[in-house]
């Protein structure tokens, strides 16, 4: 077993979240109890499997408190309404950061951080009804960057 | 707990890969056990964190195997030089489609599939030494694509 592994925090208790408010794939009356959130949308006459924001944050803090951000990148999912399925995080010393994913019905959110730069590249790639600009209030909070870069990226466009 | 909790696969025996080919950040002689291997790098004239190729994938095959899906992205961190802490992945249902990520000490690799549409998401985001470039091949052959979209993103640009 790799030294590494008692170091890491796993969090694999999925939120039941779910938010029903958009059309979906599955036909009426079927069991829908993994009923895929993660349909392709059309939005600004474009057709794409989802929206995905790099954000990176300058001036940070907290960037190594595993709890913390554990419970902020939950949050940040939560309010986006995604529905959350599994997450990890690992902490490394010396230097105190922290890498880990949530992963979604509706995809996944990550960060890896770097607490001697005040710095964190965090992902937000949201599928279906989920809106990940909703996560960003969340991550201001949480961490309070001086600076917040967002490069919005569709992914899997199709028209 | 979640209905969709049975139906995810839990992968976490980390691989003991550990490229040390390039300059670290901790002094010699200091135990390196849980050495950072995500240090910035200076690459054609710019400092940054890493590089993150969002990898769209269409006409692609073996999209509802998560066992291949697994491998596949085990191997594509290897050959990258990186360093596999965790991976988990989802099979949804009814349509096959997989979620999961590989988290490395470098960052992560991310999937997200849609047999129905052949179509697949893929993160590679590395940092340090590794070159996720060197991850396509191995996409190549697992999956078969018609069609390989790369888009290359230089994370936490500082210079």
Chains 1, 2 share one sequence.
């Not at 779910?18 to 349909?39: F, I, K, M, W």
């Not at 419970?71 to 890498?99: D, K, M, Q």
């Amino acid at each position: 077993m790799n030294a590494l592994t008692p170091l890491g925090m796993v969090s694999d208790l999925p939120s039941e979240n779910q938010t029903n408010t958009a059309v979906r794939e599955a036909p009426l009356g079927q069991d829908n109890s993994d009923e895929r959130t993660d349909y392709f949308v059309r939005r600004d006459g474009m057709t794409f499997a989802g929206t995905h924001l790099l954000v990176d944050i300058w001036g940070a803090n907290n960037l190594d408190d595993p709890a913390l951000i554990d419970s902020a990148l939950r949050e940040a999912a939560i309010v986006a309404g995604a529905t959350i399925l599994h997450s990890h995080f690992h902490h490394f010393t010396p230097n105190g950061g922290v890498s880990g994913v949530v992963v979604l019905a509706e995809s996944h959110i990550s960060i890896h951080t770097w607490p001697e730069r005040n710095y964190a590249a965090i992902d937000l790639f949201m599928c279906g009804a989920c809106d990940p600009h909703l996560s960003i209030p969340v991550l201001r909070r949480a961490f309070a960057p001086e600076r917040v870069d967002v490069n919005e990226q569709r992914r899997g466009r199709v028209a």
